[in-house]
C-alpha cells in the first residue's frame, strides 16, 4: 500500500483578500513569482503523491489550468530563445495529474474533504491546505506519511506548538506523548479559547486520512461557525480507531489575511537566493530612514 493521492480544497471565495479576489483565485496569488498553489502541490509532488484532487468551485478553472500544458505560450518561449522559462513552464504542466470535483456550497471544511470520497476511493490519503505553507527541508506531509506507515497507515495529524493565546485559530490536539514528535490522540478540538484548550499543539492543515473518516464526516453536526468541521469528524474517528499526531519539522507561514501574506513575503524573499540580498538591503535601508525619523 501506498499514500498517492492529496485532496487540496480550494473552494473558498478569498473574501480577505478582496478585490485582489475578485475575478482571481486567491490561491493564484503569487508569493514571490509563484502562485501559493504552487507550493502546496510541489509539497505533495516531493513527497512522491501521484494524485492532486481539488475540491473547487465556480470561477477557479485557473487553478487547473495553471497545472496544464500552455503550448501557445510555449511556443512562443520557444520561438523567443527564452529556453530556462520555457522549462519552467513545460515542468508545471507536467508537475502531477489531477482530478477536480465541485463543492457547490461552502458548508466548511469537512464538508469539502467529503466532497473527495468518490475520487479518494477506499485508501488512505493526504490532505493539504494551501493557506498554510510550510518550508522544510522534507515535505511535511512526507514526513506524516512515514509516521503513517509505520503505524500501519493509520490517520496521523500534522501539529506544531503555538503560544497559548492563539489556540482559537486552529485545531486543537491532546493525546498521550508516545514520544518527543508523536502522540496517540484522544480528542480533537476546533478553535478552543485558551482557557479551554487542551493543549497548544495546533493542526496547521496537513492531514494523513483514512477512507472511513467519510463516514465520520456524514455523521458530525454543524459545529464551529455553524460549518461542518473536519476537527470534529478526526475527533469522532480517533473514538473509533488509534488516530495519531505528529509534531512536524518546518517552519509554517499562514497566509490566510494580508498580515500574515505579507510576512510570508518576506520570508520566502529571504530565503530565497535569487530575492535574499535585495531583501535583506530594503530591510536595512528602511530601518535606517526609521531611525533618522525619515519613514
Ligand atoms: C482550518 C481548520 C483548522 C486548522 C486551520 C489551519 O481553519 O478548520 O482546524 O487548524 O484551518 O489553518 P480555517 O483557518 O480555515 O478557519
Do not use: W
Not at 121 to 145: R, T, W, Y
Not at 232 to 257: C, P, Q, S, W
Not at 275 to 294: P, S, V
Amino acid at each position: 500500500m501506498k499514500i498517492k493521492k492529496v485532496v487540496i480544497p480550494v473552494a473558498g471565495k478569498g473574501t480577505r483578500f478582496l478585490p485582489a479576489t475578485k475575478e482571481i483565485p486567491k490561491e493564484m496569488i503569487p508569493i514571490l513569482d509563484r502562485p501559493m498553489i504552487h507550493y502546496a502541490v510541489e509539497e505533495a509532488v516531493k513527497a512522491n503523491i501521484e494524485e492532486v484532487i481539488f475540491v473547487t468551485s465556480k470561477g477557479k478553472e485557473v487553478i487547473e489550468k495553471y497545472f496544464q500544458r500552455n503550448s501557445t505560450l510555449e511556443e512562443f518561449l520557444s520561438k523567443n530563445g527564452k529556453e530556462k522559462q520555457l522549462q519552467n513552464i513545460k515542468n508545471i504542466g507536467d508537475m502531477i495529474s489531477f482530478k477536480t470535483v465541485e463543492q457547490s456550497e461552502q458548508l466548511g471544511l469537512g464538508h469539502a474533504v467529503l466532497c473527495a470520497e468518490e475520487l479518494v476511493g477506499d485508501e488512505p490519503f493526504a490532505v493539504i491546505l494551501g493557506d498554510d505553507l510550510i518550508l522544510s527541508s522534507e515535505p511535511v506531509v512526507g514526513q506524516l506519511m512515514k509516521i503513517s506507515e509505520e503505524k500501519n497507515f493509520s490517520p496521523v495529524i500534522g501539529v506544531m506548538e503555538v503560544p497559548n493565546e492563539e489556540t482559537f485559530r486552529y485545531g486543537i490536539v491532546s493525546g498521550n506523548m508516545l514520544n518527543d514528535k508523536t502522540l496517540k490522540m484522544d480528542s480533537m478540538v476546533e478553535k478552543p479559547e485558551p482557557q479551554n484548550a487542551p493543549t497548544n499543539l495546533a493542526t496547521p492543515g496537513r492531514y494523513i486520512l483514512t477512507p472511513d473518516i467519510f463516514q465520520c464526516l456524514k455523521e458530525i453536526p454543524r459545529g464551529s461557525g455553524g460549518e461542518y468541521q473536519l476537527t470534529d469528524a478526526i475527533n469522532h474517528l480517533a473514538k473509533k480507531r488509534d488516530v495519531y499526531a505528529h509534531v512536524f519539522e518546518g517552519d509554517r507561514f499562514d497566509t490566510g489575511n494580508l498580515d500574515c501574506y505579507l510576512n510570508a513575503m518576506v520570508e520566502f524573499a529571504l530565503r530565497d537566493q535569487r530575492t535574499e540580498g535585495l531583501m535583506r538591503n530594503i530591510i536595512k535601508d528602511k530601518a535606517a530612514q526609521m531611525e533618522r525619523g525619515l519613514l
